[in-house]
């Protein structure tokens, strides 16, 4: 069988003004390289839709949604300069596309109508193997396409034209199995052995006469690497700058490449190793990776443990160049037949989706994808890897006896000393007695207040009614008028404020202390004499002339017994001079708006679902357990204060009309502006953004979760969890409590309910 013999050619360049380089093999994943570079996967929602996202911007971005309905669902991708190619999963035939006019086929019409079982873009030109990828044909010949020169005028993507620089004769006869394209050229591993290379540029690289056999080819700008099928080593062919050292002695499963490196998927346990100029590059660990793509200095993959995108950086200023979204993605090509040695058939009901069958369109149809014998650090093999399902990856921290021992580093039982067992048992004696007696003590300490409390009950009930409504009876009959009024002597009821001191204690409400305003008036930061931080609240002139006395009083009857320990409980008041103040708890850390919206610390998922329970079980608590039932009617992520703890406080659920109070449908309101605060969590979006469209986020986000999309819409500056269902379960509560029907949305209790099954599977890293 002919090989084509390359000559080996040097090719300088600066990595920082590269137009592009790098480019995969046939993959679930792609990207197209350039300034307008872009990465594509495809859903693994059963349809093969295609999910594509692009570099991160200060201006908008042009993908309003992940997905790109204009595209037919596709089978593989491949990604060339600006450009994208695919084999589409219905008809096996070749559609490729850009992001400018995504539902226009840049396949020129001569190729249109051809079955193609593989496809390979280059730089300007598109290489695929004739046949279709779900018949049992495992080669094919080669045709091949390149843009028209004559039409570019500064755009690649004006028109493709059938050229004769990548027409060799030698290579017709050749059967090839796989195929990759770099810039002039295209390789392919040849069904019989062996591998060939054509196009203008193919006889720089350098191939000398290789007979072995190849699983996986990558190419760069100037360079292919491959994966030899017998010892499942990488060799690499064509400019060294590019690929720089290939590993020696690792197998691999996987490769692909980017302007001035190559990463490959590791045989063992799938994570990922790169080589060549990977300066600044921090690949993901704890989770190996089954399929990967690599841009001019960014690679994306999908992660095996839950099929979700995952992309980092090559260069330092690039880390952050494409954020992923949060999607359920393929791990591999679908095909006929067997699977063969090494390898498994992927059984898409591990995703626990009960609809969900195959990841294919074609019932018939498989994903086979190579076994894993470890796995990532910190975790150890369960079970070994059989024809259906790979093997099985646990926590260390689960494990429980001597098989996983020595991958975990968990010293045997019996290296431990009798004296050192000895020694341990007395500790663990001395720490259970002292813990005892701490109990004990403890208990005294709570029982004893509790006794003396019963017996004053009746008094502290008074006091309370008492400090509303007269609230000089348990002071001297006749105070100064500059001394504060007494503290109140009892737990859970309201201290009697005067306004001279908190006039002190807010430096005279200046604006430098004030923490916010709303309708009922501004909220000020101050500190008491005794040193406490609160938060007081100030009614303005039109609060104070639209609420009368008698519905103030009885509005802090009810305050005064409201406490839950996600509510900003009341402290106390103020009503001289005609002021009305009212002292809360402080949050020292600001509002859940701030945190998600504004320049405050990110929150990771692990506290936005603590938040998002805790802040459920503040509303539950105000409309079934208050005194009467407490209707908010302004619940939004402003509204959701943060204590010293992380906790969350429910805001603002007072003063309201007595009347208001009862309004109907008020809990049903509750629930839906719930709703949309959960929205807010998930996605890191305002509840109404004018720079998105749709600018609200209900009608965005609502439409997304009911196609079985709700992934689409998590927040993607946010580290992404290794599991990502109790995320995914939280988009279904948002879209239960924002149904349009107020009786078919829950109540607060039973979100409350659905929360905590989302919190009793554990922390989601």
């Not at 042009?62 to 595209?71: E, M, T, V």
């Not at 926590?395 to 991958?407: I, P, R």
């Not at 639209?546 to 103030?552: I, P, Q």
């Not at 009341?570 to 002021?579: H, S």
Request: glycine letters at 10%; one cysteine or more.
């Amino acid at each position: 069988m002919p090989i084509l013999f390359l000559t080996r050619f040097s090719l300088l360049f600066s990595l920082f003004f590269v137009p592009a380089s790098g480019y995969g093999s046939m993959a679930p994943i792609a990207a197209a390289f350039g300034d307008n570079g872009f990465f594509c996967a495809i859903d693994a929602g059963g349809k093969q839709e295609v999910i594509c996202w692009q570099r991160n911007k200060n201006e908008s971005s042009s993908l309003s949604s992940p997905y790109i309905s204009s595209l037919p669902p596709m089978a593989s991708l491949s990604g060339g300069e600006g450009f994208m190619c695919g084999i589409t999963s219905n008809t096996s035939q070749a559609y490729c596309w850009d992001l400018s006019n995504s539902g226009r086929d840049l396949v020129p019409r001569g190729f249109r109508y051809t079955s193609y079982m593989q496809i390979a873009a280059g730089s300007n030109h598109v290489c695929a193997i004739r046949g279709s990828y779900y018949s049992n044909t495992d080669h094919g010949n080669v045709d091949c396409w390149e843009f028209d020169q004559t039409l570019m005028n500064g755009n690649k993507t004006t028109g493709f034209v059938n050229n004769s620089s990548f027409h060799d004769p030698h290579i017709e006869s050749f059967g090839f199995k796989k195929i990759v394209s770099g810039e002039g050229f295209s390789c392919g591993a040849v069904s019989d052995g062996g591998v060939a290379c054509w196009g203008p540029k193919s006889g720089t690289l350098g191939v000398s006469a290789v007979s072995e056999d190849f699983e996986t080819l990558a190419s760069g700008r100037g360079s292919v690497c491959g994966i030899s099928t017998v010892s499942g080593e990488v060799e690499c062919w064509g400019d060294a700058d590019e690929f720089g050292a290939p590993p020696v002695g690792t197998n691999f499963v996987g490769l692909s490449a980017g302007a001035s490196h190559f990463c490959g998927v590791l045989k063992d346990d799938h994570e990922v190793q790169c080589w060549g100029n990977i300066d600044g590059a921090v690949v993901p660990k704890g989770s190996g990776f089954i399929a990967i793509a690599s841009s001019d200095f960014t690679i994306c993959g999908v992660r095996e443990v839950d099929l979700i995108l995952d992309c980092w950086g090559v260069h330092l200023q690039s880390t952050q160049d494409y954020n992923p979204p949060l999607q359920l993605c393929s791990p591999g090509v679908c095909s006929s037949g067997g699977c063969g040695d090494g390898k498994f058939a992927f059984n898409a009901s591990i995703l626990n989706e009960p609809d969900l069958m195959s990841l294919c369109v074609r019932k018939d149809l498989k994903i086979c994808l190579p076994c894993g014998s470890n796995c990532s650090e910190g975790f150890f093999p369960s079970s070994v890897c059989t024809e259906n399902a790979d093997r099985m990856c646990i926590a260390c921290s689960l494990c429980q006896n001597s098989s996983c021992w020595d991958v975990c580093g968990l010293p045997p039982s019996s290296d431990i000393s009798p004296q050192e067992r000895h020694e341990m048992k007395k500790l663990i004696l001395i720490i259970g007695s002292s813990a005892l007696g701490s109990i004990l003590v403890l208990s005294l300490c709570c029982l004893l207040p509790r006794m003396i409390e019963s017996k004053n009950e009746e008094k502290e009930k008074k006091w309370c009614i008492s400090c509303v409504s007269k609230p000089g009876v348990e002071a001297d009959p006749s105070p100064d008028p500059q001394t504060p009024l007494p503290v109140t002597p009892c737990v859970g009821t309201t201290q009697v404020f005067r306004l001279s001191e908190l006039k002190d204690a807010t430096n005279g409400f200046k604006e430098f202390n004030e923490l916010g305003r709303g309708s009922y008036g501004f909220v000020y930061k101050a500190v008491l004499a005794d040193g406490r931080q609160v938060a007081v609240k100030r009614a303005n002139a039109a609060t104070i002339i639209h609420t009368n006395s008698r519905d103030f009083e009885a509005e802090l009857e009810i305050l005064c017994n409201v406490r839950h320990n996600n509510i900003v409980n009341l402290l106390g008041y103020c009503a001289e001079m005609g002021e009305r103040l009212l002292v809360y708890e402080f949050m020292p850390h600001g509002t859940l708006h701030d945190h998600l919206h504004e320049e405050l610390s990110p929150l990771n998922w692990n506290l936005r679902l603590k938040i998002s329970s805790q802040a459920a079980r503040g509303l539950e608590y105000l409309h079934k357990e208050a005194t009467p039932p407490i209707v908010h009617r302004d619940v939004k992520t402003s509204n959701i204060l943060l204590d010293s703890e992380w906790g969350a406080r429910i805001a603002d659920f007072g003063l309201l009309s007595v009347n208001d109070r009862y309004l109907n449908g008020g809990m049903e309101s509750d629930v839906y502006n719930f709703g949309i605060v959960l929205l807010e969590i998930l996605s890191g979006r305002k509840a109404y953004d004018r720079d998105y469209t749709p600018p609200g986020i209900v009608e965005w986000a609502v439409p997304l979760i009911r196609q079985g999309k709700a992934a689409a819409i998590v927040d993607h500056n946010v580290p992404l969890p290794r599991n990502v269902e109790p995320l995914l379960k939280l988009a279904d509560i948002a879209e239960l409590a924002l149904k349009e029907n107020p009786n078919e949305r829950p109540t607060m209790p039973e979100v409350v309910v659905l929360l905590d099954q989302i919190l009793k599977t554990g922390l989601i890293f």
